[in-house]
């Protein structure tokens, strides 16, 4: 590998790459560069995960002063003060991006704090014109943003605006049904503002289990969201009194802000890809086989730019699997199966494994499901409802899909999704003794099927 500058160039500092470069050059001794054009850390450290889910905590204290008082505390409440929580949210990710550095500059990583491109499979052009050579080239420069284009365009902010506002908007329009869209209507909501939240299709977060999003969806009109499906942006206009919006459905109404959450686009555009010969699909992704590369065998691609499964702890597994097979001897595919995720709305949406409606497709399935209001909220008065399903394989009792909606269901899921990745059966669910009282306890106790399919 002598021949070139370095054994691995990185373009993208975020959650994929500065992994993939740390065990590179920090575990298997590569000599490793990195280039990164904005912050370090990515979207998921600067305008992604972490910033929204302390804007989750943030917008969670209503609820808390509520329940206070419903559990006899004498709470008086004040506002909540944005210009306070963005310092704070700020220096946080000030602290978070320093710490990428220093994992990198530890591990021996060069990085170079601009723009690059590739210029042919074995060769990287920095923004300043420099050039550096690698044997091997790995892409990691995740996505943004997409904003269709309709009158009105220009209006709009995206999930990259909202943590950098002056001010929050008093009433906001939100688009979309996905977890960003969904994420940001509860997070807003819980902080005050008048949400309403626009969604073309019959029912939001399409894709997670129907009922799961059922459930999450009244939640939402529950708490104070107006959330209209069935229903698209025609056009914006500006006007003195804030953005007039004109819908699919004949609505019209003036919003502060307009925030749009309609997908993202992974970032390839003008990153010489094509040229060196690498495939990119419809939406620009580039398409890799599943040891993360692409038909060109010295360039490879990790996170959402490859658009398969677009999140964090993903992009994270790739990049290291990649960094193994490639600088330590130890060839290892990232396995995309039962990948868990959660929706940080409120209440939150876990989910691990098939939906009910994909298992059903494949074979005999028993349905156990339960609904309940938890202890918590019930003595403070509050209408929250939570659920708990497990779609089971009819034939080798396997748990092949596991929903829950309920406060902190992230966390509960991940654990979930520990038996199920092992094989777990509904009887190893049964013969598992309850925590009481708990919401997840439900998890061990549902001795019926609801359904069979
Ligand atoms: P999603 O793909 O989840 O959702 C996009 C939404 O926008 C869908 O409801 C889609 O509708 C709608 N949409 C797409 N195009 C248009 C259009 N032209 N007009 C109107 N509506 C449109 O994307 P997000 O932006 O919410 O999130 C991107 C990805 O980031 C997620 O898929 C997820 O992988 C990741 N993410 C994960 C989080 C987590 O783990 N908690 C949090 C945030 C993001 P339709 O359903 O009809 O296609």
Known sequence: MAQFDVDLFVIGGGSGGVRAARIAAGEHGARVALAE????????????????????????????????????WQ??????????????LDAELDRLEAAYRAGLSGAGVTVHDTRAEIADPHTVRLADGREVTAAHILVATGGRPFVPEFPGAEHVLTSNDIFRLEALPGKVLIVGGGFIACEFACILNGLGAQVTQYYRGAQVLRGFDDEARGLVAERMREGGIDLHVGTEVVRIDREAGGLRVRASTGREAVFDAVVYATGRVPNTDGMGLAEAGVTLGRRGEIKVDGWSQTGVPSIYAVGDVTDRINLTPVAIREGH??????????????????VPSAVFTQPELGTVGLTEEQARDRGPIEVFCTSFRPMRSLFAGRPDRV???LVVDAETRRVLGCHIVAPEAGEMIQLAAVAIRMGATKEDFDRTVAVHPTISEEMVTMRKPVRTA
């Open 387 to 389: 659920m708990m399903k």
């Open 37 to 72: 054009e904005y912050r370090m850390g990515g979207t998921c450290v600067i305008r992604g995960c972490v910033p929204k889910k302390l804007m989750v905590f943030a917008s969670s204290y209503p609820e808390a002063m509520a329940d206070a008082a419903a559990y006899g």
């Open 321 to 338: 699997a990649f960094a193994d097979t490639v600088f330590g001897g130890r060839p290892r595919k990232m396995d995309h199966d039962l």
């Open 75 to 88: 709470i008086s409440r004040g506002g909540f003060d944005w210009p306070v929580f963005r310092g704070k």
